[in-house]
């Protein structure tokens, strides 16, 4: 049978039209390697230089990363990696020491970024449940998410849905690619399944 052209019959009804295969997003998350640092180092490097997101204005170094891998490896707090199956880091998250002070010792600050293609998928709000299921399991009390006031609404959302709640705010702190930048504090309670260890004075006095 021949139709004409413009002929509507030769348009499927939707529901008949070959349907492509979905694109399958996969990734698992572990700790953190030494050998995921350059990977790590790269992902917050783009944000050092492309966005407001972080006020660091200085690209991170490897020997920074190695500290801090170290830090925090010896604090025994959690710095988690998304890897995709052929094991390219996609995104991390970690809870560092807040305000660096040891009667702080039970609260801790997040830090979530995710490489390019990897947002709107899902993947930060699996790992940062997963840097919360951590640092419950360790016996962590607080969370604390400091962010950007500018262009950051998707980490407020994200935090908000994950039981997070506006903390407060401080304007003009920050002064980032000619412009004048706040900070939004949120926290969230957690609940600690163990008592937190006392670690030494690690995290500074």
């Known amino acids: 049978m021949q139709f004409e052209p413009g002929d509507r019959r030769r348009v499927l009804p939707r529901h008949l039209r070959p349907q492509s295969a979905p694109d399958v997003f996969a990734y698992a998350i572990r700790p953190a390697r030494s050998t995921d640092l350059p990977y790590v180092r790269e992902i917050y490097n783009h944000f050092v230089s492309n966005s407001v997101v972080t006020l660091d204005e200085r690209r ?34 970690l809870a560092q020491p807040w305000a660096g002070k040891n009667a702080y010792r039970y609260t801790v600050e997040d830090s979530i970024y995710l490489g390019p293609g990897a947002g709107g998928k899902g993947l930060g709000a699996a790992l940062l449940q997963a840097l919360i299921d951590a640092c419950e399991q360790l016996g962590i009390r607080e969370m604390v998410a400091v962010i950007s006031d500018s262009k950051a609404d998707a980490s407020i959302r994200l935090h908000a849905k994950l039981g997070f709640e506006e903390a407060g705010r401080m304007g003009r702190v920050g002064h980032k690619f000619g412009r004048e930048l706040g900070t939004v504090y949120m926290k969230r309670v957690l609940k600690p399944v163990r008592r937190r260890k006392l670690f030494g004075s690690s995290a500074g006095r």
């Open 60 to 93: 991170s170094s490897i020997p920074y990363w190695r500290e801090k891998f170290a830090l925090l490896t010896r604090l025994g707090l959690p710095f988690l990696v998304a890897v995709s199956p052929s094991g390219v880091v996609l995104g991390y998250a």
